[in-house]
């Protein structure tokens, strides 16, 4: 893990999921080795109320749950997590991310992993936690983890308190007070004010933000959290932001000169880390031409203090050629 508080976190997003399916622990001991400062976990829970590691509350666009349970899509179509045991989800392979469209299933990243079977499979939160300690010892490392709480209100429709399931987890595999090595991040502002108030953790948390038509969470005005009374209300309870690339670089203007918000010295003003998602060589945004180019804007121009990649060997690469 890095520590240098003039270089930027490497955050490796799903693992490294530009490479390996997302979120298996093939993808997470790839990015350890990469050199990662975290790996991110997206938590949801089964129906036995188990943190296992998935970024969907659903399971098709990464398992092979239609095949294996083909009677258990809700009205909508879809295979919820919570739906099935954690002996069931034992059963299902991850394969690389899935979409579909008028023509049916398809990658949604072609060039990556092929969509195939195989041996990979949804670990859960505490296997993941333990894989992570385990090459911290046998690398002589300290890689820090970064939990996402997906979905709290809808857990908690179905009874389920996401928070204390993924804390009792975290004080199993003693990670609750390693301050440095986890970060807990969530979209949902009451869930963290609550995991600082409530549940009394130490552990720094981070704002995530989105848009409001995304539907991430409809209970959460994303436009007011990146208003100056929105970020001190954040300073409250937290002590960072994660916000979408896109709230920071709005593109280029008529003249082709880069067009950037003040989200990140605002934010930084009052104290607060800034770690945007997400970042890929293959899904670049508008008026950028390479990776290389994003990162040079963010870390070298805009000064964010972490990033959030898919490709955690290009970011730690660049990182470190900027430090020699």
Not at 150 to 168: C, E, N, Q, T, V
């Amino acid at each position: 893990m890095n520590n240098a508080l003039s270089q930027p976190l490497v955050i490796a997003h799903r693992g490294a999921s530009g490479y390996l399916p997302e979120h298996t622990l093939a993808a997470k001991a790839m990015a350890h080795a990469m050199g990662a400062d975290y790996l991110e976990q997206d938590v949801v829970l089964t129906a036995d109320g188990v943190p296992i590691v998935l970024h969907d509350i659903y399971l098709e666009a990464t398992t092979d749950v239609e095949q294996r349970f083909p009677d258990r899509a809700r009205d909508d179509g879809r295979y919820y997590a919570i739906d099935f045991s954690l002996a069931e989800i034992r059963t299902l392979s991850v394969h690389e991310r899935t979409s579909r469209d008028t023509t049916g299933e398809r990658a949604v990243y072609p060039a990556r992993f092929p969509v195939q079977p195989g041996s990979l499979f949804v670990p859960t939160l505490e296997e993941e936690l333990l894989f992570i300690a385990g090459m911290d010892q046998s690398r002589g490392t300290r890689t820090g983890v970064y939990i996402e709480l997906k979905a709290p209100r809808f857990h908690a429709a179905a009874g389920h308190d996401i928070s204390r399931a993924i804390l009792d987890v975290l004080a199993r595999t003693g990670y609750a007070h390693k301050n440095d090595q986890v970060y807990l991040q969530c979209f949902d502002d009451q869930t963290l004010r609550e995991l600082r108030s409530l549940h009394k953790t130490d552990l720094p948390l981070i704002q995530l933000i989105g848009e409001n038509e995304w539907g991430e969470d409809s209970a959460v005005d994303y436009d007011y959290l990146r208003s100056d009374e929105g970020l001190d209300d954040i300073a409250s309870y937290a002590d960072g932001i994660g916000p979408w690339l896109m709230q920071i670089y709005r593109g280029r203007d008529d003249d082709g000169k880069i067009v950037t918000t003040d989200l990140v010295p605002r934010a930084q003003a009052r104290a607060l880390a800034v770690h945007p998602y997400t970042f890929r060589k293959d899904e670049l945004p508008p008026g950028i031409e390479s990776l290389e180019e994003l990162l040079s804007l963010f870390l070298q121009e805009l000064k964010v203090d972490g990033i959030f990649t898919d490709f955690p060997d290009l970011a730690r690469q660049f990182i470190d050629r900027q430090a020699q």
